[in-house]
């Protein structure tokens, strides 16, 4: 299991806030607790008057990560906007969409255009389905089922073959978005090749992830990184052996030859973040943008 405390009421967060998987009594007890403790803090935020009317309730996006959930979905479209160039015609998949992190944001943005969003968690595609699209019909959300050990360990379907929902050469912009992390080597080539897939030539590929050159390797020996990724593979590294999906760290030079295989460069050096630099949290991912050729 992760080691720290703060990653294990990560993980015991995401679980209970992603998977509908059936479990032991304490464990269902402890989900029902956890969902009622979040249920009453969406009460306390409407009385409080601070509910914005795209925000999803707590149970729905507290899988999706820390730090505040609009703000960071802000910054993002910001970065699509000033680095890539995005413009309201423009037409968007978003990989692992979540409740609509980056989603809610866009809607202000994307005005002629359209989204995709996709997510293995059923209710969060359900709530983005009923209460974004019908104020933004060119907003669209589709529900995967693919398996993931974390997140939705039933899934039927396999991250090593899936294929986008989307057609060939359909968009501008693919956002995968806190998705590189919980992905295998398998997984991730996959995922960069249909990337490759549905961008149109010239189209660009926003992921985060967390990127490991030699000065950010030699951190992760010391001990000097907000993760501590101890299980070298080589090309990778995970946080942990018993859940690796958990967290998992790629080279870049390794990340750089598989998008290279399927058609997409690096378009500009990586954006760090402070996760390789520092062990302070919350800790932000590196961000890398490819370009279909």
């Known amino acids: 299991m992760p080691g720290s405390k703060s990653d294990l009421k990560s993980l015991r967060a995401t679980k209970y806030t992603s998977s509908t998987r059936t479990a032991g009594s304490l464990e269902?007890?402890?989900?029902?607790?956890?969902?009622?403790?979040?249920?009453?803090?969406?009460?306390?935020?409407?009385?409080?008057?601070?509910?914005?009317?795209?925000?999803?309730?707590?149970?729905?996006?507290?899988?999706?990560?820390?730090?505040?959930?609009?703000?960071?979905?802000?910054?993002?479209?910001?970065?699509?906007?000033?680095?890539?160039?995005?413009g309201p015609g423009h037409d968007v998949l978003d990989a692992g969409c979540g409740a609509g992190r980056v989603a809610v944001p866009l809607t202000d943005v994307l005005t002629e255009g359209s989204y995709l969003g996709f997510d293995i968690v059923p209710h969060a595609i359900d709530w983005c389905s009923r209460t974004i699209t019908p104020r933004h019909p060119n907003f669209r959300f589709a529900h995967v089922d693919i398996r993931q050990e974390i997140y939705n360990p039933e899934g039927t379907l396999s991250a090593v073959d899936f294929r986008f929902p989307a057609p060939d050469a359909a968009f501008d912009i693919a956002a995968l978005i806190g998705l590189i992390s919980h992905l295998r080597p398998a997984e991730m080539e996959n995922y960069l090749a249909e990337s490759a897939r549905v961008l149109r030539p010239g189209g660009q590929c926003l992921t985060t992830a967390y990127l490991v050159d030699d000065a950010v390797a030699a951190n992760i020996a010391r001990g000097a990184t907000a993760f501590t990724f101890t299980h070298d593979h080589g090309d990778y590294h995970v946080h942990s052996e018993e859940e690796p999906t958990y967290a998992i760290a790629y080279r870049l030079d390794y990340l750089l030859s598989v998008a290279e295989r399927h058609g997409l460069r690096m378009r500009r050096d990586p954006h760090p973040g402070t996760w390789g630099v520092s062990t302070r949290r919350p800790a932000s991912m590196d961000l890398l943008v490819l370009e279909r050729v």
Request: glycine share 10%.
């Open 28 to 86: 269902r007890l402890r989900r029902s607790a956890y969902h009622t403790g979040l249920r009453a803090l969406d009460v306390w935020d409407r009385v409080r008057g601070k509910e914005h009317p795209l925000l999803p309730p707590r149970r729905y996006r507290r899988f999706i990560g820390n730090g505040d959930f609009l703000e960071v979905g802000r910054r993002i479209t910001a970065y699509l906007r000033d680095e890539l160039g995005m």
